[in-house]
């Protein structure tokens, strides 16, 4: 069943919409996904099968790939947000789960590179809870 999903960066310069079938949602935590998100994993959903639409800003998207691995990223030239992309013309669409207008269209399958994990994320599960920034 085709799934539907809109999104965009952070300075709302580039909108995209995303047609398709989403396969997978997986949390990765290995060093490169940590160190391309700033955060304890990424967060990314695949399309096997998918049409990206770029409604505004595509002239802003750039691409990074890094050499000697398959690790590449899409992102805003101007904001830094992570986009949607393609690692290989024939693969699947990986989407920022982040970079979407609204909740994913699934549930996550799984946390995948957990043996490479940061150190600190054992602690998290115990932290407190504010909904709001801290006082």
């Not at 099968?49 to 002239?59: F, M, N, P, R, Y």
Request: overall charge neutral.
């Amino acid at each position: 069943m085709d799934q539907s999903a809109s999104g965009g960066c952070l300075c709302g310069g580039v909108t995209f919409t995303v047609t398709g079938t989403f396969a997978h949602f997986f949390l990765c935590h290995c060093a490169r996904c940590r160190r391309g998100s700033g955060a304890a994993h990424a967060a990314n959903l695949f399309a096997l099968e998918a049409h990206l639409t770029w409604h505004s800003g595509a002239e802003k998207v750039r691409a990074f790939r890094l050499p000697g691995s398959r690790h590449a990223r899409s992102f805003c030239f101007d904001c830094g947000a992570p986009l949607p992309h393609r690692e290989d013309p024939a693969g699947p669409l990986l989407v920022p789960a982040g970079a979407l207008d609204g909740p994913p269209p699934r549930a996550p399958d799984a946390h995948i590179c957990w043996a490479d994990r940061a150190p600190w994320e054992a602690a998290l599960a115990s932290l407190e809870r504010l909904d709001g920034l801290p006082s």
